[in-house]
């Protein structure tokens, strides 16, 4: 039976600083699924958080030299490095761009009860109106009011021209401004 293998904080840290892999390697084995936990806390994709806990291991290693002992512990700092990295993804066009297409993929653009917009107005009945328009219309309504789209990243998600999603938005608001004076 061999002996459990620890090294102290300081012994990590100068470690690391000496690009020293097997340290990094008992480091990752060690701490990994503490910061996965703190990256799948804020982006709640098990997917995107393995890959944030990647990029913040490669942060951690290239900016082990930033590391000041007397700020806090170095498990600390790795947390912060871990939590900031989530929340940079999370705040990223391409994170956000690829939410939106998840739900134009899946098809759950209008009837997503999960939506608290559409549960908000749903008491108005603009559900129904909305399934009155036509269905490239209702994608479009839905990604600009609902998901807080522009009309050049809608123009990019539905891979239409510019022009286009402009004369379905305007087409469609005419459309329901019709449709609600009905009511």
């Not at 600083?17 to 703190?38: N, T």
């Not at 929340?87 to 608290?116: E, M």
């Not at 603009?126 to 479009?140: A, F, G, H, Y």
């Amino acid at each position: 039976m061999g002996a459990t293998l620890t090294y102290t904080e300081a012994e990590l840290v100068h470690g690391l600083k000496a690009r020293d892999e097997r340290i990094f390697s008992y480091l990752y084995d060690h701490y990994s699924p503490a910061l996965y936990g703190v990256a799948l806390k804020v982006i709640t994709d098990e997917t995107a958080a393995v890959d944030i806990l990647q990029e913040a291991f490669v942060k951690i290693w290239r900016s082990i030299d930033k590391y000041d002992a007397s700020k806090g512990r170095l498990f600390t700092w790795m947390l912060n490095i871990a939590r900031n990295t989530a929340i940079d993804s999370l705040r990223s066009k391409a994170y956000k761009l690829d939410q939106k297409i998840t739900d134009i993929d899946s098809g759950n653009l209008l009837s997503d009860p999960s939506l608290a917009v559409h549960l908000q107005v749903d008491h108005l009945g603009l559900s129904k109106v909305l399934e009155l328009l036509q269905r490239e219309q209702r994608i479009i309504i839905d990604l600009a009011y609902f998901k807080g789209c522009t009309q050049e990243e809608i123009a990019k998600i539905l891979d239409i021209p510019l022009g286009t999603v402009k004369t379905r938005m305007r087409n469609a608001i005419i459309q329901l401004r019709s449709l609600l004076t009905q009511l």
